[in-house]
């Protein structure tokens, strides 16, 4: 009987021994705190800095807007011209260079070339200025010789002008004149390509010279050379050996 007990006490005490265990392996699980999990999203460096600093203005769904860009106007300044620059620009909304008004007086234009033409005159190029022209003045310094073209041209003759005196340029509209762009008259200088070969035509000639004396020499020399033997060789008929005739 005393055995019996003892076993069914070790049943109980097995019996407790494996609920105890059942309940440590269960129970940690509802003390731990629970995981978080961290979603990292990896972000491009990599921008121009530019674009970072341009802000958009928000538009309204179905709205399109354009934005034009005006571009410069085919416009050379030293090239003779059908059409001014201005009226080119309210054609076509293309930009010219810094245009002042018509209210404004002109800059001075740019004066390129004094050079002496094939007529005889006194030829003058110039660069139209920025500013909106109807004329254009060339005289000489002292206001003399004074002659007036058209905003389109970009050229002119002045005749009569001595060599070292003063042409000059002015660019005029119904505010009034620029000021005057000046350049001294010098006097043509030679063409050095049409010089040298001057040069070159001039040696080649004097050798062509020096090649015919030369031949006319031989030539004479080698004459003289054919008489002299010719004139030894004939002797005097009336001659003999013994005297006698």
Known sequence: MLLVSQVMSLLLLLLCVMELVCATSVTPSVHQPSLTRVRIIE?????????????????????????????PCDYDPCVVQATPCDKISAETGCLCPGLTGPEERPEAPELREVKLDRSGEVFVHWCAPRSIVTHYEVSLKDGSKQLVFSEYL???????????????????????????????????????????????????????LLLVLAVVLWRRRTCRKERMGDAEGLGNPSYTNDGAL
């Not at 800095?49 to 769904?61: A, C, D, V």
């Not at 003063?166 to 509209?173: D, R, Y």
């Not at 620029?178 to 040069?199: H, N």
């Open 43 to 71: 972000v491009d460096d990599d921008y121009d800095e530019e674009n970072s600093k341009t802000t958009h203005t928000p538009q309204s769904p179905g709205v399109t807007t354009s934005r034009v860009i005006r571009r």
């Open 154 to 208: 970009r050229n002119g003759s002045l005749p009569g002008v001595k060599v070292g005196e003063m042409v000059c340029v002015a660019a005029g509209n119904k505010a009034g004149l620029s000021e005057k762009s000046c350049a001294r008259y010098e006097p043509p200088q030679p063409d050095q390509a049409a010089v040298s070969a001057g040069i070159i035509a001039g040696c080649v000639g004097f050798l062509l």
